[in-house]
């Protein structure tokens, strides 16, 4: 084997098995939950209750990060090349069909596919190239502002709650 078909056969086997890939377009890098379907990771997003695809446009490139299921640490990044796939299309609803079963929680589960084809994108995620190396630095960065975190002071009365709740 070359080192091209192991590097292609790292990066699908590696994919296929992660839950969640890091994605950087334009922007930070997301965490995504994806399928891998025809030599490609396929993601869904940017509509309501979906998760958010910034950065990502049609034609562009995105740094794929794929993480070791076992341990959590990352396994191998590459590029890919990003299309968006048209509602309707052959390639569209291959992959809506895969999406659609490891879709968690969704409040719309028999009209998921209708509201994705109006109010989503469905982004095919194809390697291109070899893979990158691995930086001996760490890639820690800022977590992402979000408003649903909240940093307050320690109600007063919390520590006597807990500690009368361990003498009983």
Do not use: F
């Not at 794929?64 to 396994?75: A, E, F, I, N, Q």
């Not at 095919?124 to 960065?141: E, F, M, N, V």
């Amino acid at each position: 084997m070359t080192d091209a078909t192991l590097e292609q056969a790292l990066v699908e086997e590696a994919t296929k098995k992660s839950g969640l890939i890091w994605v950087r377009g334009g922007g930070p890098a997301r965490a995504l939950w994806h399928v891998w379907l025809d030599g490609a990771a396929h993601v869904v997003g940017d509509g309501p209750g979906e998760q958010p695809l910034p950065g990502l446009p049609d034609g562009s490139t995105a740094e794929v990060t794929v993480r070791s299921k076992d341990k959590g640490g990352r396994l191998v990044a590459w590029t890919a090349g990003v299309t968006e796939l048209a509602p309707g299309s052959e390639p569209w609803d291959a992959a809506v069909a895969e999406l659609k079963g490891k879709r968690l929680n969704a409040p719309d589960a028999e009209t998921m596919t209708d509201r994705w084809a109006r109010e989503c994108r469905v982004l095919r995620l194809t390697p291109q190239g070899a893979t990158t190396a691995h930086p001996d630095g760490s890639l820690a960065a800022v977590p992402l502002p979000t408003p649903v975190t909240t940093r307050r002071p320690v109600p007063a009365a919390l520590p006597r709650l807990l500690l009368k709740r361990r003498g009983r």
